[in-house]
């Protein structure tokens, strides 16, 4: 039997490639329909899982290997290439493969040079996990000897990471750029050598750019991403302009910026076009309002959209699959929707009991009999026929048949002989519709005898195909009497001599009527299968459903024939006049024309319960009539026009060209805005304000065909530069004569407004308006004097000097001036001497003053000790300044929000916690909060929190950090599937190193618990809560403290016993800290009340050793939990322990 459904799998993957041979071809390079020299016919291969297990016959393994790989050019699964040691083996049947769906491995390969030479693009939709920790890989090479392994033309791995681990001769490949390559933003790379040998060092060609996959120029890596322009948005692109991008539905790379010029598909190829989706098979028509076939539609099929699916394969909302979903049933090769329980046979047993029971989950053919006896509910035990025991089967109520309420036939009979006192009726086989008789019980298909049955409850039965209805001595028994059983059972020639029905000695009527087991009164003379109107056999006035009525007037309703009632669709609000939604006099939801549905077609919107049209331009639905995208608008379009605040102004059909002044733009997915709803489409944005016509923004002639106004040189303007001169027949500034000063009309030095240096009349006088002039730099022969006028006009050239002279009128002011000048300069030097005088002299009566007032100099501090002073700065910030966010706990003292702090005069934003003391907290409250404030403020070390600021309110707040991963307690546990033992031993060290710290700065912490440690990065903690923490003075070795709780379970036993607290005490505490994390999380003596705990360390009683700790890790923690304080490591010690 096995081996008939392997070899039906194996035809099924045949028939499967076959088919994606004449589908797929052109699907694996768009690009390639016109390089019929580049092309190789297409193949589909059908890929392995077996991963790095090893084959039992490596010739065999290579063989099959090759037979599985020659001329493939698309690998539907996993490429693995391993247990190949032999380094004469022929790989070159690997050669035309271009596309892998799943992951490539290469592994425990020999074979000196692997070359997969048209090998494009991985897709990694299923990916190789390692199993020492959570990588996924979609290539990994990993304990090879090749020398080289060439991939020249891969250009894209879409999902998971790369790792080249433990391979001892493979060089080039460590100067590949996989960021070129990796697609996936959390993929990375792993390189990994751990030999003692130096590894291998190759060059590449000198033409390369950067890396290569091995020796010669046609191995150098090709680049499409790295290389690409700033505007290509991580994409990729086909040159270095920044026009030049790719398609976003391209992958690893394209010849043009179109989604037909890709040389793969991301997610679909269709007839040479890669798109987001395939064409759906259903589109909705406004005229007829209704859906009807796409003539366009296709099915996706892999990465390609087909017109049909296979023959093997299955159709299902719009793709090929390989089995129905739950919930759908195989019919003409669709999967459609089951009506009520999809089909599932399940063999007959002997007997049913507490055992099976449970195996008819959801059988709707019983392919035996099904017998219920009275030990089916008292249990029993089975006794084969060598009179051996078997399985003991316990007792079973009868609540438990409704296992069996799924069931429409049995092929054989029903056998009933059980009692039971809430064995009452049948209600368990309410959905049975056939008895198949193919066996039958002493003639019978129907055997009920001596049961405490009161009714049947067989509603749905329709057919008795063979045997007889035996139906004994159920004194309870009611309705079995007025049954036509005629109705039911196929009669034949035995039925003229021997009746068909034996009905005796059940519930006699008058019993039935006293306790009111009688039929209901819309049941007709044809009797019923129990008391209510749903077990009718036929109705005396009409049938709603299943039940019968007196009228159709309820609500809901209508009458279809005349004894029969119909329910109105589910879309009527109330009444109506048929089945369907068309007929509803009013709509539940909304309207569209004439019929009632759930919700408005994606073509139209809901204005007040009625569908009315989106319009044209907009595509997956809209919220209103405006052709913008929005609450009135649509809720995205193939094309917009978007403002300068990137709002989109309208929306345009697709594959319409932009208007004039705005130029075309691909979204990414990264935009925000407006834009995320239109990413991965044409937006059309505007030209500069310089620029008419363009291909991007700016106003460069490089982008800027045409300008609003004025171009220069190489840039548009809006008015030409003082030192041009505008041509309104050319549109063009052109630059002045070098002679000129303050513009020009015209290129020629005459052409100037005033000259840089000096003019030569060419007429008139000089220093008239209207005489002409020339500009020059140095004046002729014939005119060698140079003429500067009073009026500060430009100098000119004359033939002769020209006069100085002075006014007598003038004489008198000038020297007046200079006089005056010198005065106030003598008036100001007096008036600065007097008052540096009198500035010391006040300077050496306060000196004076001060040294007869000391009697003594003092130079030593009122405490002397060897501790530096502390300069840690505190920062006090305004109420004005902080943002409160949500609420991200509560301490001792107040309330912890998430928060921003703005920082006055400074233009940034920094997410901060900010601890808020609660109001109506006393003075001494106040003074503790000031206190961890203090000690917050005084450390500065990577894995302690650290106080950022202040804000003195009337509630005090302290502003720190903010941790975005909460505390590292709640991190162990909710991702303890995820964190191997490095991360742990990592924050252990982290929190022993700042434990050090606050040791050598003579802090006691007195709090040390996973839930006082913070997680910054997965890499990163830091300890906080310092509302406990004592900063023990120069002389003191110990804090003794006063009343109040305390948490016991992390203490030592002298911090207990004598509330005494030292730096030995929080390295008890850092012991169960460990213990902790390495437990996942775990309670420390979860079970023990607090107050019991000193007894048991007193005993000698510990918390126990973690599953995945060490003995050195363990002892260690033992070390930390000694009761004599001195003999526990110091923190730096632990620190090293834990390494």
């Not at 690997?94 to 390969?109: A, D, K, M, P, W």
């Not at 195909?465 to 159920?474: A, H, M, P």
């Not at 304000?689 to 065909?705: A, D, E, L, M, Q």
């Not at 252990?988 to 709090?1007: F, N, P, S």
Request: overall charge neutral.
């Amino acid at each position: 039997m096995n081996v008939c459904k392997r070899e039906r799998s194996g035809m099924a993957r045949v028939i499967e490639a076959a088919y994606l041979l004449l589908t797929l071809g052109a699907a694996l390079a768009p690009g390639w329909a016109d390089k019929p020299t580049d092309f190789h016919k297409g193949k589909i291969c059908i890929g392995t899982t077996g991963r790095m297990s090893v084959p039992s016959n490596r010739d065999h393994h290579y063989r099959n290997l090759r037979n599985r790989f020659i001329n493939c050019t698309y690998v539907d699964g996993n490429l693995e290439l391993t247990w190949l040691q032999d380094e004469n083996l022929d790989l070159s049947f690997l050669q035309y493969i271009r596309e892998v769906t799943g992951y490539v491995l290469i592994s425990h390969v020999d074979v000196k040079r692997i070359v997969l030479p048209s090998l494009q693009i991985i897709r990694g939709r299923t990916l190789f996990k390692v199993s020492v920790n959570d990588k996924s890989f979609a290539l990994l090479v990993t304990l090879s000897k090749m020398h080289t392994l060439e991939m020249p033309s891969l250009r894209d791995i879409l999902h998971g990471s790369v790792g080249v681990i433990n391979n001892y001769n493979l060089c080039h490949i460590e100067t590949i750029e996989w960021n070129e390559i990796m697609t996936d933003p959390l993929a990375n790379y792993t390189y990994m050598y751990n030999f003692s040998e130096p590894q291998r060092t190759c060059q590449c060609h000198t033409s390369c750019q950067k890396g290569c996959w091995g020796a010669g120029e046609h191995n150098c890596q090709k680049f499409s991403k790295l290389t690409c322009p700033p505007q290509c948005a991580q994409g990729r692109c086909y040159d270095t302009g920044p026009r030049d991008c790719c398609h976003l539905f391209c992958a690893g790379g394209c010849t043009g910026p179109t989604q037909r010029d890709c040389l793969a598909c991301r997610n679909f190829y269709d007839d040479g076009e890669c798109k987001l989706e395939c064409p759906l098979m259903q589109r909705y028509n406004p005229i007829t309002y209704s859906w009807e076939a796409n003539p366009k539609g296709k099915y996706a099929y892999g990465a390609t959209c087909v017109k049909d699916c296979p023959e093997h394969l299955l159709k299902d909302n719009g793709a090929c699959v390989r089995s129905c979903p739950k919930g759908k049933k195989a019919v003409d090769g669709e999967c459609v929707p089951c009506n009520g329980p999809c089909p599932k046979t399940c063999p007959g047993p002997e007997v049913i009991h507490s055992g099976n029971i449970d195996d008819f989950k959801g059988c709707t053919i019983l392919d035996g009999w099904l017998t219920i006896m009275d030990h089916s509910f008292d249990g029993y035990q089975h006794v084969y026929p060598n009179y051996t025991f078997g399985a003991k089967y316990s007792r079973m109520h009868p609540s438990k048949l409704e296992m069996l309420s799924t069931l429409k036939e049995v092929t054989a009979y029903i056998n009933i002989q059980a009692n039971h006192p809430d064995f009452t009726n049948l209600n368990f086989l309410r959905n049975l519709e056939y008895i198949g008789g193919r066996e039958t019980m002493e003639f019978s298909s129907l055997y009920i005898i001596k049961t405490s049955l009161k009714s049947l409850n067989l509603r749905s039965l329709k057919r008795i195909r063979s045997g007889k209805v035996y139906i004994l001595e159920n004194k309870d028994l009611c309705f079995v009497d007025k049954i036509n059983w005629k109705k039911f059972i196929d009669t034949d020639d035995n039925s003229k001599t021997s009746p068909m029905t034996l009905l005796e000695n059940n519930a006699n009527s008058e019993q039935c009527v006293a306790e009111r087991l009688v039929c209901h009164t819309e049941c007709s003379d044809e009797g019923c299968w129990g008391p209510g109107d749903n077990e009718c056999l036929s109705c005396r006035n009409f049938k709603l459903g299943n039940r019968c009525t007196n009228n159709c007037n309820l609500a809901g309703t209508y009458q279809m024939g005349p004894k029969t009632c119909g329910f109105c669709h589910k879309e009527c609000a109330s009444s109506c006049q048929g089945p369907e939604s068309r007929h509803c006099d009013r709509c539940k939801n909304v309207k569209d024309g004439p019929y009632c549905l759930d919700k408005c077609p994606d073509t139209k919107y809901n204005d007040n319960g009625e569908c009315k049209s989106c319009h044209e331009n907009c595509i997956k639905g809209c919220r209103g009539p405006k052709n913008t995208l929005g609450p009135q608008g649509c809720n995205t379009c193939a094309m917009a026009v978007i403002d300068e605040d990137l709002r989109v102004k309208h929306c345009l059909p697709e594959n319409s060209t932009c208007p004039t002044g705005y130029f075309s733009e691909w979204v990414v997915q990264q935009e925000t805005g407006d834009l995320s709803l239109l990413a991965g489409k044409t937006i059309c944005r505007r030209c500069h304000p310089r620029c008419k016509n363009c291909t991007s923004y700016g106003f460069h002639i490089s982008v800027c065909h045409e300008c609003v106004r004025y171009r220069r040189g190489e840039h548009c303007e809006d008015e030409c530069p003082q030192d041009h001169y505008a041509d309104d027949k050319l549109h063009e500034c052109f630059k002045c004569s070098s002679e000129c000063s303050n513009g020009c009309s015209g290129p020629l030095e005459s052409q100037c407004k005033t000259c840089r240096n000096y003019r030569i009349y060419v007429e008139g006088k000089p220093g008239m308006n209207n005489t002409k002039f020339n500009c020059t730099a140095t004046c002729p022969n014939e005119l060698p004097y140079k003429i500067f006028p009073e009026d500060a006009s430009d100098p000119y050239c004359g033939k002769d000097p020209f006069p100085l002279s002075l006014d007598d009128e003038s004489v008198p002011a000038i020297l007046g001036g200079t006089l005056g000048c010198v005065f106030l300069l003598c008036t100001f030097l007096a008036v600065f001497c007097y008052l540096w005088w009198q500035r010391n002299k006040t300077k050496a009566a306060a000196l004076k003053m001060t040294m007869t007032m000391m009697p003594y100099d003092d130079h030593e501090p009122l405490k002397p000790t060897n501790i530096k002073p502390n300069l840690a700065k505190l920062r006090i910030v305004k109420e004005a300044e902080l943002r409160k966010g949500g609420i991200l706990g509560y301490g001792a003292f107040g309330t912890v929000y998430k928060g921003v702090w703005v920082p006055e005069g400074e233009n940034v934003k920094i997410p901060v916690a900010i601890k808020v003391l609660r109001e109506g907290t006393g003075t001494n409250v106040n003074k503790e909060i000031l206190e961890e404030a203090y000690i917050m403020a005084s450390v500065d070390h990577p894995n302690l929190l650290q106080l950022l600021a202040v804000c003195m309110t009337t509630q005090i707040m302290l502003v720190t950090q903010l941790m975005p991963l909460g505390c590292l307690l709640d991190y162990v546990r909710n991702n303890k599937d995820k964190i191997g033992s490095k991360p742990l031993l990592n924050w252990c060290t982290q929190i022993a190193r700042g434990m050090a710290y606050l040791e050598g700065r003579r802090l006691v912490h007195r709090d040390l618990a996973a839930r006082n440690v913070l997680v910054q990065t997965p890499n990163c903690v830091k300890i906080t809560d310092f509302g406990l923490a004592k900063l023990l003075d120069y002389n003191e070795e110990e804090y003794k403290a006063a009343g109040g709780k305390m948490p016991i379970k992390w203490l030592a036993l002298e911090c207990i016993q004598h509330r005494i607290f030292t730096h030995k005490s929080d390295v008890w505490a850092f012991g169960v800290t460990v213990w902790e994390l390495l437990t996942y999380g775990g309670r420390p003596y979860e079970d023990i009340p607090a107050r019991e705990v000193p007894d048991l360390l007193e005993k000698g009683e510990r918390l126990p050793q973690p599953a995945i700790c060490t003995i050195d890790v363990y002892m260690l923690m033992i070390r930390c939990w000694m009761l004599d304080a001195e003999s526990r490591p110091s923190f730096q010690g632990a620190g090293r322990g834990v390494c």
